[in-house]
């Protein structure tokens, strides 16, 4: 089984600054990895997936980077609605498996 | 407009049997996989189950294996999710998702809360 560590477990930012988040795994998933967006109450929200590439009607200010073991979600400039948990996904082999999360709250 | 509706959980006592189905609707059903995924309270996602378009083809996760099936009505445009022997940590909200891609998911239902206690 593939483990997904993300890193920071909580990122405390204000509006307008940028948000750097981390997911690393244990062994190489090449580019088959999905972030996700989820607010309290709701379901997740596929971001970004292979990657890079943005799901439809995302933000441009969402961007995934990475391939291998190491894979970065950034956040360019954070809006209100920006602030909620954000998890990564690996579908390169079963079983399928996600990251632990990282929270992006309110400084 | 997708929308993936879930329905059938509730509270259950150890050892007990409960099914969950998933109404879809908004797209082709057969055309694309399904899967769920729960989200125990407070806690992160875990990915439980999936299975093709047809149905030929299922998947469980580790913690499931044996004691959860899935399975899908194409004629109905339902997903199911059949939980027997169940724990106190099967305790979660389940959602179903369409599985686009290399098994990603691109829309969730809101779900349907499981609780296995006593």
């Known amino acids: 089984e593939i483990a997904l560590t993300q890193s920071p477990a909580t990122l405390s930012l204000s509006p307008g600054e940028r948000a750097t988040l981390s997911c690393r795994a244990s062994?190489?998933?090449?580019?088959?990895l999905a972030w996700y967006q989820q607010k309290p109450g709701q379901a997740p929200r596929l971001l970004i997936y292979?990657?890079?590439n943005r799901a439809t009607g995302i933000p441009a200010r969402f961007s995934g980077s990475g391939s291998g073991t190491d894979f970065t979600l950034t956040i360019s400039s954070l809006e209100p609605e920006d602030f909620a948990v954000y998890y990564c996904?690996?579908?390169?082999?079963?079983?399928?498996?996600f990251g632990g999360g990282t929270k992006v709250e309110i400084k | 407009e997708v929308q993936l509706v879930e329905s059938g959980g509730g509270l259950v006592q150890p050892g007990g049997s409960l099914r969950l189905s998933c109404a879809a609707s908004?797209?082709?059903?057969?055309?694309?996989?399904m899967s769920w995924v729960r989200q125990a309270p407070g806690k992160g996602l875990e990915w439980v189950s999936a299975?093709?378009?047809?149905?030929?083809?299922?998947y469980y996760a580790d913690s499931v294996e044996g004691r959860f099936t899935i399975s899908r009505d194409n004629s109905k445009s339902t997903l199911f999710l059949q939980m027997n022997s169940l724990r106190a940590e099967d305790t979660a909200v389940y959602h179903c998702?369409?599985?686009?891609?290399?098994?990603?998911?691109?829309?969730w239902g809101q779900g349907t809360l499981v609780t296995v206690s006593s």
């Open positions: 908004g797209f082709t059903f057969s055309n694309y996989a």
């Open positions: 996904q690996q579908c390169d082999s079963w079983p399928l498996t």
């Open positions: 062994q190489s998933v090449s580019r088959n």
């Open positions: 292979d990657a890079s």
């Open positions: 998702a369409k599985v686009v891609g290399s098994y990603i998911f691109d829309d």
């Open positions: 299975i093709s378009g047809s149905g030929g083809s299922t």
